[in-house]
């Protein structure tokens, strides 16, 4: 299992990595660095922001998961 500071770390390498791939391919695209560095970072602050809803919306959900029992004494 993974400790939470792991766990962000590889958040953030994951979110900086995929960043640069969209900025990399939308300067492809564009031959633009200040229009690919742009779209990168919306992308970026988009994709935090839609994963946060994501994850709350999935909290709320039970289907899935194992509940735990209560037992009576």
Do not use: N
């Not at 969209?22 to 970026?44: C, I, K, N, R």
């Not at 839609?50 to 709320?60: M, N």
């Amino acid at each position: 299992m993974d400790t939470h500071l792991r766990s962000v770390v590889k958040g953030i390498s994951w979110r900086i990595l995929a960043t640069c791939v969209t900025t990399v391919v939308v300067f492809l695209y564009s031959g633009e660095w200040a229009m690919a560095a742009f779209v990168g970072m919306v992308d970026a602050v988009a994709k935090i922001v839609l994963f946060w809803g994501h994850e709350r919306l999935w909290q709320r959900l039970t289907w899935g998961r194992i509940l735990p029992t209560v037992s009576s004494p």
